[in-house]
């Protein structure tokens, strides 16, 4: 395969796939692997040069060089490499020794970033991007502590391209001009901006939605999703689980911060009416993009059921919608809930937050996977890998090949099924996963050890609480 | 053995009809007597049946229980054997620590140990009969300490809880209905079963009944947890076990929790005198960690050592850690063996703290065998409540109130090196909440007759009753109070 593509393929694959969903999902099976093959050799070269974990992690192993896929498995990140750090730090507001931990995690150098005088995790992760190309994605977790990963801005802007392309062609036709440059309002049932989760995505979904008409972007909730106020609510979570939450210490910053924070809370009561109408009456007709996860979807769904109101958006507009039922129970019929209300075309798409790339689900409801991401399915008991061949379950693991900031190693949390051997039906040609996907923690009645991506708003309304309880 | 059945046994009766199946915490099922249809048998509704046990010395009580102890030899009893074997598939502990728990079961039923519990917890004299104490005030008083109608959720961690749970029930002459747990399903059934082969008929015996059901299955609980069928619960176990029992307490009803605890330990700077004691040191904290492979609450988890924070503390630390590690891989079969089950996200942990060397240094665990992590500043690992399956935090400390800042009402066992460390350290630990300083080495080498939690079981189990005699003569009676006092009481 000559080079030239290959480098096409893995730093610039809407380049290579000539910006066409078909192209990218109608690649010969056999060419993939072997682009896919390449370009893993190719970036791991250049991340056991540039970032420092890999480096050691490959040098105790005494991997040099990678040929086969599986090669890749034992030099793969679950999520805690992302939050591996001593929570102690973030305490004492050690943003020194913060950025240390982070600059060993991306090919970015961050060690001449200033960081002195940062008073919050914001503000220190604020700096960062300021002063380096680093983009960061703050996620949570149950122990006290919260992940932080290192994107950047090409990936960002290429992630959000590739939402545009996926949500607006069609598989099997040539893209039109009206799907290649659709021109929506964005409906974003979250918070109006933030750090953590995906609040991160806001300005990234603006610039390339609306164009940064702000008039055109609609957030259920006025408030930020702050990383501050969600590391508060980790720490309450662990310092309950210790019995100590007598012991808890408040950051002074996030103190001063009491009364608007409430007030923030205090708006959400009147801003899901609010939002209903929005949807139903002001952007009635109009062509929109909109995302949330299911739970989401469903309860804004229902509620405006509930009032005999539904959406009525123009026909060509664009629905995503996935991330589980995050530990709420659906009724069986959720999705015909979230249509009836809807009435337009909604997509299901299977992400997260440690790679770059929404897999969505074809007519047949499979996952298919995108073609710069390599798959793998792990034993879950053992992490070796499973054939891949035939149909085969296991714990789902990626090597994420357009990942330039970080290292795309990543094993998951979920259980996944992979007919590895028969096409899917759709025609698409790209590894395709099944519809049922479960995590491990839900299926063995265990700790969740992340705090899903649709829960952050109770988890927010705890941390709120709590203040409110402490200044009373 | 991939499947077993447990029977019900009520009070000297066996029943095995109407069975269901039921799920063990790793993968396996096993069918169990339908508890929904025969939990109306389980309780004593009638508290006058009780008499019986009081017809039975204190010492006819021991004779049985000494030929029970005997009968239990794991050798030669087929019941132990199959609750053995059972445990094989639904417990995560491995064969050889579970078959030592077995063999130490009939020890603890010889009769001067039972003795030593009857006294040291309660006092033979009370158990047996009216204590009398002349009060200051003048009256004659008699205690004596009774039994209660007491329902029992023990531990699944090793048979040795079932085997304390009859024998405390039968020493407190209480009657006694044991939930048996689903990662031990049958050894408290196995000694009901050992019981009714030696003494059928005798009261300790139809005194006893012994079920499973799930924990939390309301259609069971709601029935059998009222006032008027028991007066005491016994709660071994995790948060939320104990935390669902909560919601049946009221008055009438008591709960003992032997709730959810954390084992610390304390290594003073005295550890690095010699290479020599260092070893030591090592082996005794090992044998703290890996004991029964962490299973237990008395258990090693995050360990704080006094080397201080400087690099040449931290070289301490760490040449500590993997000392221990080395002694705790070379732990005899019996005490400690490569975990049969791991916690998969403390793993992915593990390995997150290996890869971020600045903070951490990781000794094993790369084959879930057990790992020591040191932490490189003074500071626990953030996942140390998730610490099991032989793995602990050395954490290096400069002064002690790092130490006391980490213990609270969770903490249960605090192994200390050397004894003068603990000598000072034993009046202060347990105003943050510690309940047991032990020997470094120690912890989890039990011995039932010490308190437990911070109280003693055996006399919380009874009910204090009191008999009080007053003689007018000796205690003022109060009719004969003076009219102006009399006056102001009632106009009060």
Redesign the interface.
């Known amino acids: 395969m000559d080079t030239k593509s290959v480098q096409t393929f893995m730093d610039h694959p809407l380049d290579f796939f000539e910006e066409s969903v078909t192209t990218m999902h109608s690649i010969r099976r056999a060419d993939l692997e072997e682009l896919q093959r390449e370009a893993m050799i190719q970036r791991f070269a250049e991340h056991r040069e540039r970032i420092e974990?890999v480096r050691?992690?490959a040098d105790r192993l005494g991997v040099t060089a990678v040929d086969k896929f599986d090669d890749m498995v034992p030099l793969m990140?679950?999520?805690?490499?992302y939050?591996?750090?001593?929570?102690?730090l973030l305490d004492n507001k050690r943003w020194d020794?913060m950025t240390?931990?982070l600059d060993k995690l991306t090919v970015y150098d961050l060690s001449q970033v200033d960081v002195e005088g940062a008073d919050t995790i914001d503000e220190w992760l604020d700096r960062l991007e300021a002063q380096t190309p680093v983009q960061l994605v703050t996620s949570s977790g149950t122990?006290?502590?919260f992940s932080i990963i290192p994107k950047d801005e090409q990936t960002t802007i290429e992630g959000m391209h590739i939402w545009k392309m996926m949500v607006f062609q069609t598989f099997g036709k040539e893209p039109t001009d009206d799907e290649l440059n659709p021109v929506v309002d964005v409906i974003w049932p979250n918070y109006s901006e933030g750090r953590f989760g995906m609040t991160r995505m806001v300005p990234w979904m603006k610039r390339e939605f609306t164009g940064g008409d702000e008039s055109r972007f609609h957030a259920l909730y006025s408030g930020a999703m702050d990383t501050d106020l969600i590391f508060l609510a980790n720490k309450m979570r662990?310092a309950i689980?210790?019995?100590?939450l007598d012991?808890l210490q408040l950051d002074p910053a996030l103190a001063a911060r009491k009364d608007e924070l409430i007030a923030m809370q205090a708006r959400q009561a009147t801003e899901v009416p609010e939002f209903v109408t929005r949807l139903t009456k002001q952007l009635r007709g109009r062509r929109v993009f909109m995302t949330s996860t299911y739970n989401l979807m469903y309860n804004l769904a229902s509620a405006g059921l509930a009032e005999g109101v539904r959406a009525a958006f123009a026909p060509n507009s664009a629905i995503l919608t996935g991330g589980g039922a995050k530990g709420q129970i659906l009724p069986e019929d959720y999705m015909d809930v979230i249509k009836e209300f809807y009435g337009v075309r909604i997509q299901e798409g299977y992400a997260f937050s440690e790679h770059n790339g929404v897999h969505f689900a074809c007519e047949q409801g499979r996952y298919h996977v995108q073609p710069w991401v390599i798959s793998f399915l792990l034993d879950?008991e053992t992490s070796e890998p499973l054939p891949r061949s035939g149909r085969q379950t296991g714990r789902f693991a990626v090597y994420d090949l357009i990942n330039q900031s970080h290292w795309g190693g990543v094993?998951t949390g979920d259980e996944v099924t992979i007919d590895w051997s028969t096409p899917c039906p759709c025609g698409r040609t790209t590894i395709a996963i099944e519809h049922g996907i479960t995590r491990?923690?839900e299926k063995k009645d265990?700790?969740e050890?992340k705090i899903s991506c649709a829960a952050t708003h109770e988890v927010q309304n705890e941390a709120i609480d709590f203040l409110r309880e402490l200044g009373s | 053995m991939s499947t077993f059945t447990v029977p019900m046994f009520v009070r000297g009766q066996l029943i095995t009809d109407n069975l269901v199946a039921f799920g063990t915490r790793l993968d396996h099922s096993f069918h169990a007597v339908d508890p929904a249809k025969h939990v109306h048998t389980l309780a004593l509704r009638n508290p006058a049946a009780m008499a019986d046990l009081y017809a039975a010395s204190l010492e006819e009580i021991l004779d049985v229980l000494q030929e029970l102890g005997q009968a239990l030899a794991f050798e030669r009893n087929s019941y132990i054997q199959e609750a053995y074997e059972a445990c094989l598939v639904s417990n995560p502990m491995s064969a050889s620590i579970l078959r030592t728990g077995y063999i130490a079961l009939p020890a603890l039923f010889t009769r001067e140990t039972m003795r030593e519990l009857a006294e040291t917890q309660v006092g033979i004299d009370y158990l047996e009969g009216w204590v009398p104490r002349r009060l200051l005030d003048g009256r004659e008083i008699r205690v004596r300490a009774f039994g209660a109608r007491t329902l029992h959720i023990p531990a699944g961690n090793g048979g040795l809880v079932s085997g304390i749970t009859v024998l405390r029930s039968a020493l407190t002459r209480s009657d006694a209905i044991i939930k048996a747990p689903s990662n031990d399903p049958l050894t408290a059934m196995a000694i009901a079963r050992t019981l009714r082969d030696i003494a059928p008929d005798h009261p300790i015996t139809r005194h006893l009944a012994v079920a499973y059901w799930k924990g939390g299955d309301k259609a069971v609980e709601e029935q059998l947890y009222k006032p008027e069928n028991i007066e005491k619960i016994v709660a071994w176990g995790g948060l939320a076990s104990v935390k669902h029992v909560t919601r049946y307490i009221q008055p009438g009803l008591e709960l003992i929790a032997l709730d959810p605890k954390r084992s610390a330990t304390i290594i003073g700077p005295e550890a690095f005198e010699s290479e020599a004691v260092l070893r030591e040191v090592a082996r005794r904290a090992a044998c703290d960690v890996g004991a029964g492979n962490q299973e237990g609450c008395v258990n090693a988890r995050v360990i704080y050592v006094l080397s201080g924070t400087d690099e040449a503390g931290l070289q301490n630390a760490n040449r500590l850690g993997e000392l221990i590690y080395e002694s705790m891989m070379g732990l005899p079969d019996a005490v400690s063996t490569k975990p049969k089950v791991v916690d998969r996200t403390l793993l992915e942990h593990i390995e997150g703290s290996r890869i971020t060397d600045d903070w951490y240094r990781v000794y094993g665990g790369e084959h879930a065998e057990g790992a020591i992590i040191v932490s490189q500043i003074d500071e626990p690992v953030h996942y140390s409540t998730m610490l099991s399956g032989r793995v602990a935090n050395i954490v290096p400390v400069n002064s002690i109130e790092k130490v006391t800042d980490a213990i609270n009402a969770y903490t249960q066992t605090i192994g200390i090196y050397p004894e003068s460390l603990k000598v000072g350290l034993r009046d202060r630990l347990p105003l943050f909440g510690a309940q047991r300083l032990t020997s470094l080495g120690y912890a989890a080498s039990v011995n039932f007759t010490i308190p437990q939690d911070a109280m003693e079981p055996l006399r919380r189990m009874c009910k204090w009753i009191v008999d009080e005699e007053c003689e007018p003569s000796r205690v003022f009676p109060l009719w004969q109070t003076p009219d102006a006092v009399r006056q102001a009481v009632s106009a009060h």
Do not use: M, N
């Open positions: 974990i050691k992690l990140f679950s999520h805690t490499a939050k591996s750090y001593p929570p102690a020794l240390r931990w122990t006290g502590t662990a689980a210790r019995g100590e012991r879950p094993i491990f923690s265990g700790v050890d």
